[in-house]
């Protein structure tokens, strides 16, 4: 796709007096860093004033519903019900569907809503409950989590990666960090819709700035609480693993590596999952809660593979759900098998970002039961390659926010939406910022059937791109070496 669309040509440090950038990181990162991060803050603190999914429409309501009456059932029920239906625990009526991860902190969000304002979360009157004072701490766990969670780890991957090995200058930084802390996509599902992406984004982060400082044990540890707060953490699942072994087939005594890593992965689940681990009936029936095949092959219109050609291929008519589980899982697999042999073949950091970004495409476009809200996931290797990819960050979250619009209408958030979408217009165009060496073509056609065809062909060159690496990556040489 011709010459890279790296970073710009820095400007003589003489002329940089126009660059906002700049003039953020003049003292040092963390001060940017903080500068930003309060924005961001107060931009997450506007947004939650808006509506909410589901708010006032009763019986079910919608997601922030859904997240208060987990609060509910995980106060007032032992951890041995929290995923079994009873008379107590209807798990028609939003029953938990997320690992039990999200139903600690469910638990823990719903002990300060207790304190406050305990009507709203006691068991079964409080359904439906949507007070003023009610919504408002609900509003702040959000708030909470992104700063407890997402923020830290987005410092810290930028110290990790950008910051004492010559990569980027500090304008460069500040922007990366605005691009990440500001992405309206996850602003607008969590402190919008109502969700808490930002835990199980925020510990995924921690575990890639793990891997690129070379603190594999920590890695494991963070990525195994991602995918045990959301399973879809396992988007990423296959870069990390080819990474990780391809690290420890090039060292001595590579079973050995490898079943260090594994015992510390398995330590993790076992402490997340040890109230359910004592029967085999209550371990299975937790199981079956987080894979609700019955919801079908995808939800609503979502870009992805499958409900773009359902127009011409009626998936569901045509085929029963044990072969479109059989059919998804591998185009999933085989879509992400290129980029998982590139990292086994050479595993380098680069290599590693680029193989988050192929594998969660790969996920998002080919496996069973997408929704639109997933698109958080590929969104954010493409947030933390913005520095090396920005004219395919750009293009991403343009169509990540198109993609979201039919939902952004259902729960009447178009006027944060479109005010996030011009922040973001212009912080990325700021002066000091980005320079896209290609030009984006615009479409009049705003149809799921584009943005599908648009993100299988950044998939097919994120993964060109990967091997390319192949040709001048130096990263890995000294592991060729037996440690």
């Not at 992104?146 to 923020?151: G, M, R, V």
């Not at 998982?340 to 050479?346: G, K, L, N």
Request: net charge positive.
């Amino acid at each position: 796709m011709g010459k890279s669309t790296g970073r710009k040509a820095m400007k003589n440090e003489e002329g940089g007096n126009c660059d906002p950038w700049r003039w953020l990181v003049h003292r040092n990162i963390g001060a940017s860093f903080l500068c930003i991060a309060v924005f961001a803050f107060l931009v997450r603190v506007a947004v939650s004033f808006h509506p909410y999914s589901g708010a006032g429409n009763p019986p079910k309501y919608g997601d922030y519903e859904a997240q208060r009456h987990w609060m509910e059932v995980t106060l007032n029920l032992p951890a041995k019900e929290w995923y079994h239906n009873s008379t107590t625990n209807d798990l028609n009526y939003w029953g938990l569907d997320y690992p039990p991860l999200t139903a600690y902190q469910s638990y823990v969000h719903g002990l300060f809503l207790r304190t406050f304002h305990p009507e709203s979360v006691s068991l079964f009157t409080s359904r439906g409950h949507e007070s003023y004072f009610g919504r408002l701490l609900m509003r702040w766990t959000v708030l909470s989590s992104d700063i407890l969670f997402l923020f830290p780890a987005v410092f810290c991957f930028v110290v990790v990666c950008y910051t004492g090995h010559g990569r980027g200058c500090r304008s460069d930084i500040a922007w990366l960090i605005a691009m990440i802390l500001l992405n309206p996509c996850q602003i607008l599902i969590d402190h919008g819709h109502f969700q808490y992406n930002c835990i199980s984004l925020g510990l995924t982060i921690g575990a890639v700035a793990a891997i690129l400082s070379d603190k594999e044990f920590v890695a494991c540890v963070l990525f195994s609480l991602a995918l045990n707060h959301k399973q879809m953490s396992a988007y990423f699942a296959p870069a990390f693993f080819s990474h990780l072994l391809g690290k420890c087939l090039r060292r001595q005594n590579p079973i050995f590596e490898v079943s260090k890593l594994g015992l510390v992965v398995v330590g993790t689940f076992a402490i997340v999952w040890w109230p359910y681990l004592h029967s085999m009936d209550t371990f299975l029936g937790v199981l079956q809660r987080l894979a609700p095949f019955d919801r079908g092959l995808y939800e609503d219109y979502v870009a992805n593979f499958w409900c773009t050609t359902s127009v011409l291929i009626k998936w569901k008519k045509l085929f029963t759900i044990k072969s479109l589980k059989l059919l998804s899982f591998w185009a999933t697999i085989l879509t992400c098998l290129p980029s998982m042999i590139q990292q086994i073949w050479s595993p380098s950091h680069r290599g590693f970002l680029y193989g988050l970004l192929n594998s969660s495409f790969s996920f998002y476009l080919f496996s069973f039961q997408v929704h639109e809200k997933s698109i958080l996931l590929p969104l954010l290797p493409a947030s933390l390659l913005a520095l090396e990819e920005p004219f395919h960050f750009r293009w991403l979250t343009h169509y990540a926010l198109l993609s979201m619009f039919p939902l952004m209408c259902r729960d009447k958030l178009i006027l944060p939406y479109m005010a996030l979408f011009v922040l973001f217009y212009l912080l990325y165009h700021a002066p000091g910022g980005r320079e896209d060496t290609r030009k984006m073509q615009s479409s009049s056609t705003l149809k799921s059937f584009t943005i599908s065809f648009l993100f299988i062909l950044l998939t097919v060159y994120t993964n060109a791109k990967q091997w390319m690496l192949l040709k001048h990556s130096t990263l890995m040489d000294k592991d060729k070496k037996f440690v």
